[in-house]
């Protein structure tokens, strides 16, 4: 049996390594360039960053956050992005442990294959939600390429975890009576199959992107005939639809909620100290990215304590 700590040492090397990565996404996507062309260089003096001073956090350490050749400093962010990155890839590799290690003798392959996935569209999750939350608070913008690219990405999994469904795993029957869901190893002799297993998990995931997308949209539109301006822009919608793609449409809603607390907090505190007026413009996504952050974490138990509240 691997023990745990592998997993985790793997998982924060390989958030580390994508960190680093995503730092190039961060700086460049924005501007609208290219992520894998030319090479870093420094955003000072035009030098081409060497190898051995692009080591994830080691290197920002080593030359305490400046540049080699022209002493400019480097933001804080790099380091933290990655550190971030790798903690993320840490607790989801932990997740994966247990499910390998524990879960696994009532599992059947299919299933934990479909349960490594799902736990890896997480560690994703985290990819793009750190990247969007820093590009939103630097530059107002949530690029394309993470938004509507992950929605398609999550897609993509999802279609894959629903060929990995037995026959009628997970299937929606509708009997005259009531609609009942088959546990696996039930008959299914019981009722008319209503819907298949991949075709609940796709509908799920489709109505999750779509009930998300319309509920943002309708807060935008009250918020602009109350207030006569524009509130947030299109690329919150499209960040929300993200999150409900990758999470769920009640998970979404858990984001949007945590992130409208945190970003009306921040607001307010900006307000008390003179440093914002009634229209200031406040990063929103990047509050909606930590809410995300939180639900795919804490979703599930939240969730559950609001429900043995009501
Ligand atoms: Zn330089």
């Known amino acids: 049996m691997t023990p745990l700590i ?30 894998v062309h030319p090479r870093s260089r420094c955003p000072n003096c035009g030098a081409a960053i060497r190898w051995y001073d692009n080591i994830p956090v080691v290197s920002w350490l080593l030359l305490r956050g400046r540049c080699r050749d022209c002493k ?22 932990a997740e994966i442990y247990s499910l390998v290690h524990f879960t696994h003798a ?18 994703i999750l985290g990819f793009l ?33 629903s060929f990995l469904l037995a026959p009628d795993e997970d299937e929606v029957l509708l009997s005259s009576h009531h609609i009942q869901l088959s546990s696996p190893g039930s008959s299914s002799a019981q009722g008319n199959v209503f819907l298949t297993g991949p ?18 949209l309708l807060v935008r539109w009250i918020y602009r005939s109350l207030r006569h301006r524009e509130g947030m822009g299109l690329g919150d919608v499209k960040l929300l639809a993200l999150i409900a793609a990758f999470l769920g449409f009640w998970p979404a809603m858990l984001s949007l909620f945590i992130g409208a607390l ?10 008390s100290r003179g440093k914002a007026g009634a229209t200031s413009k406040l990063a929103f996504g990047s509050f909606l990215c930590a809410g995300g952050l939180i639900a795919a974490l804490y979703g599930e138990k939240l969730i559950n304590l609001y429900k043995t509240l009501l």
């Open 106 to 123: 009532g599992l059947s392959t299919s299933d934990l294959v479909s349960g490594v996935i799902a736990q890896s569209s997480i560690a």
């Open 199 to 216: 075709e609940r998990l796709l509908s799920d995931w489709m109505f999750s992107v779509f009930c998300a997308v319309m509920i943002l």
């Open 262 to 271: 945190a970003a009306s907090a921040y607001g307010l505190i900006l307000l």
């Open 129 to 161: 939600l750190i990247g969007l939350m820093v590009m939103d608070w630097q530059t107002q913008l949530l690029p394309d390429a993470f938004t509507f690219g992950g929605i398609a990405l999550s897609f993509l999994l999802v279609s894959v975890r």
């Open 6 to 35: 592998v997993y985790e040492a793997v998982g924060f090397l390989l958030g580390l390594i994508l960190g680093s990565f995503l730092n190039v996404c961060i700086a460049r996507l924005p501007r609208g360039e290219s992520v």
């Open 72 to 93: 400019f400093a480097i933001a804080a962010h790099y380091p933290l992005v990655e550190i971030g990155l790798g903690l993320w890839f840490m607790t989801q590799a």
